[in-house]
């Protein structure tokens, strides 16, 4: 009977009366070896150009999809925006250093297995991250206990923690990230999923937050580390229209007689602004739909000089009620 290998980490598995001359040679190299990679082997894998990079995965060979530790080395972002480091559609687990370097944040490494679900890597120089294959798909198994203390940047797919946690560098969440305790980190916070912070967060270094972070806690800030959003300029055109979910901030130059249409995304309590420039024309008006609410229930009339500036600052009451109040002829 011939040589079989084993499902998972592809060791061989000599059949009956296989050989009888080499039979030792064949267990050292093709078990006991490959069982030390699997348990304890650290394996570089440099990235190259290419946007899927399989990890090989041999029978009864070295490899280096069986390795215990993987270290991902090279860049990203100058011919592929984003690299899927491919595993076979075995169960087994793998402890990750993603040193990939990136030119920008949307440039990330997702390890996976071919056209199933994957995990995006952090990127750190120094912190592994433990992930599982199931056979079909990848789950990252960093789960932070109570109470973390981090001396470095702290790089996660997605974070979970149940009390507080401090970080002396860095927090970058690429996922969904819950907090219900204290948080201090004293450098820069970077979102790019949602963030729920529950409790009290100081940050004493820059935020960078890329989709909605909801405060449920204090939050207190350090000198220097201000927290703001970029004004969105808005398309000029009949009706004007704000997005609620990607900015409460924002700013329209008018080229015609328009109307601002109810925004969209409402929440209650959202508080926001939008600034109305008139063309070098000027002579715009404005009207409104009946979302917004004005003082004595009568529309507001915009300065209409050429260039003329004015602020109309909003909150919504409820998502059919945006209550609010125009400032004319800002100079």
Not at 58 to 82: C, H, M, P, W, Y
Not at 117 to 126: A, F
Not at 227 to 240: M, P, R, S
Not at 302 to 314: E, I, Q
Request: proline residues 2%.
């Amino acid at each position: 009977m011939a040589s079989t290998y084993t499902t998972n980490l592809r060791l061989t598995k000599q059949g009956d009366g296989e050989n009888p001359n080499s039979w030792g040679q064949i267990l050292n190299d093709g078990v006991i070896s490959l069982a030390d990679e699997a348990i304890a082997g650290y394996t570089t894998v440099s990235i190259g150009s290419a946007a899927t990079v399989n990890l090989t995965a041999n029978d009864g060979a070295d490899d280096q999809a069986r390795s215990a530790f993987l270290e991902i080395k090279g860049s990203i972002g100058t011919v592929a925006t984003s690299i899927f480091l491919v595993v076979p559609s075995n169960t087994k687990s793998y402890s990750i250093l993603n040193k990939v370097s990136a030119n920008a944040d949307s440039n990330v490494v997702m390890m996976r297995v071919a056209g199933n679900t994957g995990v995006t890597l952090g990127r750190s120089s120094t912190t592994f991250q433990h992930v599982v294959c199931d056979g079909t798909s990848l789950r990252s198994a960093n789960l932070l206990p109570n109470n973390v203390c981090v001396a470095d940047n702290l790089f996660v797919g997605g974070i979970i923690t149940a009390t507080s946690i401090s970080v002396n560098g860095g927090l970058n969440i690429s996922g969904t990230g819950q907090i219900s305790g204290a948080a201090t980190f004293a450098s820069t916070v970077t979102v790019a999923g949602a963030a729920i912070l529950k409790s009290t967060v100081t940050v004493e270094g820059a935020q960078v937050n890329k989709s909605t972070t909801r405060f449920e806690g204090a939050v207190s800030l350090a000198s220097g580390a201000p927290v703001h959003q970029a004004i969105t300029t808005l398309t000029d055109g009949t009706n004007i229209t704000m997005n609620m979910a990607t900015n409460n901030q924002f700013l329209v130059t008018l080229e015609g007689n328009r109307t601002l249409a109810a925004p969209t995304n409402l929440t209650a309590g959202q508080t926001g602004h939008i600034y109305f420039i008139q063309d070098g024309t000027g002579s715009r008006t404005l009207s409104y739909n009946s979302v917004f609410q004005f003082a004595g229930g009568s529309d507001p009339v915009l300065t209409t000089g050429a260039n003329a500036v004015d602020l109309l600052v909003f909150s919504v009451r409820a998502t059919d009620k945006v209550d609010a109040v125009i400032v004319n002829d800002l100079k």
